[in-house]
């Protein structure tokens, strides 16, 4: 990913995913600069494939980048906020969700993972600040709980149950 601003209008979520895959190994290999790990991340952000492809590869990687995100990860999801604010606020729900599935299903080890993913989401909301996750969050939260709003078409789609409601509802309480 030299030029990080040419992206193509039609990307694909299959080409963020690798893009975001090349774009931490570079990070991780420390061969960018804080000005080109910005600019590539605002242009991924930039549209929703870009940010499901980079939100999916950036949580859920082995690596210890997410752990503690840059400040050029910080101000590139800032550049986007309206799609960053619902993908972050879904990522918390479906990660919150998913380790109880995972639990059902005696896979620890996916129900940890799915509790990472929840942790590192959670802290990128912390950091980013965005006034959008804030009303998104509250919105879930309320469709969770009364299985009507916004998000109620999401939390069906799903299908989660009562208790999948209830921490999703628990983990969005401190946002």
């Given amino acids: 990913m030299t030029n990080p ?16 895959q090349d774009l931490m190994a570079q990070m991780a290999a420390g061969t960018l600069s804080d000005e080109a790990e ?9 549209s929703e494939n870009g940010a499901r492809g980079f939100f999916v590869t950036y949580l859920t990687s082995d690596s210890a980048l997410a752990d ?25 729900a479906m990660s919150s969700a998913m380790a109880i599935a995972h639990r059902r299903n005696q896979a620890e080890d ?15 909301i912390r950091r980013v600040g965005l006034p959008q ?22 939390l069906n789609r799903w299908r989660y149950d009562d208790e999948q ?11």
């Fill in 68 to 92: 503690a995100p840059s400040e050029a990860v910080v101000k590139a999801l800032q550049s986007s906020p309206g799609t960053v604010a619902e993908l972050l606020v879904k990522n918390v």
């Fill in 38 to 46: 910005e600019q590539a991340i605002a242009a991924l952000v930039s």
């Fill in 110 to 124: 996916m129900a940890q993972g799915s509790e990472r993913v929840s942790r590192r989401t959670l802290d990128l």
């Fill in 165 to 175: 409601r209830a921490v999703i509802q628990a983990a969005l309480e401190g946002i």
């Fill in 133 to 154: 996750v804030t009303e998104k969050a509250q919105q879930l939260r309320n469709s969770a709980k009364t299985g009507d709003g916004p998000y109620a078409e999401f």
């Fill in 5 to 20: 601003l040419t992206l193509p209008p039609d990307l694909s979520f299959e080409q963020a995913i690798a893009l975001t």
